[in-house]
């Protein structure tokens, strides 16, 4: 699909689509939400524009307008769909667009006192912040259906989003709360932002790969960039890692315990508007917040964060896994070599040994070699713009029957569930080469 096609369709949304997908819910409502009660317990309240706030939307804001002025313009917003893992769809990703540029983003048509400068995010329930996109969705979209291109708009929408929430003007400010599950587009929302905070229950996994597809929403800029190649194990293994090793390896930017997200939370809201200049709460302000919540552990954990993986502090990704940055060296650059690396660690690691048998027995091995191209040239791209647009292509062919296993990965994970996908083989150099030409233009973002 082109991308000017998606955006029109993106601006031409009426006011009305906006706030059938969006509900506005005063702060005082916030609490039952992080706290994982039910979303059902949220008494529906009138916002200042006359919004009658539904409980059971997949967007909740808190609140509806920002504080007065002695107060930081801060906002909560809550991806709500907790049956679902608040898995993304295309309709949250295109209001959180909007929410960003309505709402955080000024326009010239926006008075300030409608506009928020800091924005917290979390998800509803009490298991998942985001456990990715829909897939199941896009695939029966795709392949069932047969509309590709119906399909690849939710990618090009997520894309999108994740760039705006990597762009956001000096001023303004995410702030992730990433309790509970984070995995493929939960990383996406809220690994580009400048502060994620991660918890006791964090669960983080790029685990694409294990169903036919590769990592995307801006994985292909991130991950080579974590160091000791622990972003290429990431990617390759779908391995899940902890709240310690998220803030240890780059993930995440603070460590706060679960159950103090609440008042964590509400200190945010509290802050008080920055003082100097610029209007909005400044993010010396945010962090010296966030640090405050830590525990003295993490503040140890991110010490150690950049040592070497054989110091004797070490890091904590890397404890009980010090062959990662051996098996996923720069000079093993195809899968053949790293699978020859991994065999020779797993003779003396049981981890090397278990990543070795879920790399060999439940990924698609032609999803890995695509990954593992990606990953080499999102390291020399300059921007996530860039990666950005590599992933919207293969995303686009991804959702073709000839280049990727997505659909037979979808099918034995979420549609038919026997779990026994039947891989295809590797690609070709040649036809790897043409998967990736030609690269699409970036300046659609």
């Not at 994985?219 to 899940?240: D, N, Q």
């Not at 679960?258 to 709460?281: F, K, N, Q």
Request: glycine share 8%; proline share 6%; with cysteine.
């Amino acid at each position: 699909m082109v991308w000017g096609l998606r955006q029109s369709a993106i601006r031409g949304w009426s006011l009305w689509q906006r706030k059938m997908a969006t509900s506005f819910m005063p702060s005082s409502e916030l609490l039952p939400v992080l706290q994982g009660k039910a979303p059902e317990i949220l008494s529906a309240a009138v916002c200042g524009d006359g919004l009658s706030a539904d409980p059971a939307s997949p967007v909740l804001v808190f609140p509806a307008k920002p504080p007065d002025a002695r107060k930081a313009k801060t906002c909560v917003i809550a991806l709500n769909r907790p049956k679902q893992l608040n898995a993304l769809t295309a309709d949250m990703c295109t209001t959180m667009r909007s929410i960003v540029k309505d709402r955080i983003v000024p326009y010239a048509s926006t008075t300030d006192k409608d506009v928020f400068d800091c924005a917290v995010l979390v998800g509803s329930g009490d298991k998942s912040f985001c456990a990715g996109g829909d897939v199941k969705h896009v695939c029966i979209e795709a392949f069932v259906n047969g509309r590709p291109k119906a399909a690849t708009g939710f990618f090009e929408a997520e894309y999108a989003m994740n760039f705006d929430l990597s762009a956001l003007p000096a001023g303004k400010t995410i702030v992730s709360l990433l309790d509970g599950i984070v995995m493929g587009g939960g990383a996406g929302i809220s690994m580009h932002g400048k502060f994620r905070v991660a918890t006791e229950r964090s669960m983080f996994a790029m685990p694409e790969c294990g169903i036919g597809f590769m990592p995307d929403v801006g994985a292909t800029f991130v991950l080579p960039r974590i160091p000791h190649r622990f972003g290429y194990y990431l990617g390759l293994s779908g391995e899940r890692i902890d709240g310690s090793a998220m803030l240890s390896c780059g993930v995440a930017t603070h460590f706060v315990e679960s159950r103090r997200l609440g008042d964590l939370c509400e200190a945010l809201l509290s802050l008080p508007s920055d003082s100097g200049e610029t209007e909005g709460v400044s993010e010396a302000l945010i962090e010296e917040t966030l640090s405050s919540f830590e525990p003295s552990t993490a503040k140890e954990i991110r010490k150690h964060a950049n040592a070497p993986e054989n110091s004797e502090q070490g890091c904590a990704h890397l404890r009980g896994r010090a062959w990662i940055p051996t098996v996923f060296a720069p000079e093993h650059r195809n899968m053949a070599s790293i699978f020859a690396a991994l065999e020779r660690a797993a003779e003396s690691s049981e981890s090397a040994q278990a990543t070795l048998n879920k790399m060999r027995n439940l990924n698609s091995p032609r999803s890995m070699q695509i990954t593992l191209e990606a990953l080499a040239r999102g390291a020399s791209m300059p921007n996530l713009q860039s990666c950005l647009a590599m992933e919207t292509l293969l995303a686009q062919r991804a959702c073709q029957p000839d280049s990727f296993d997505f659909y037979e990965g979808v099918r034995a994970a979420l549609i038919d569930k026997d779990k026994s996908p039947q891989w295809r083989p590797e690609l070709s150099e040649r036809a790897l080469h043409d998967l990736f030409m030609p690269i699409m233009p970036t300046s659609h973002l």
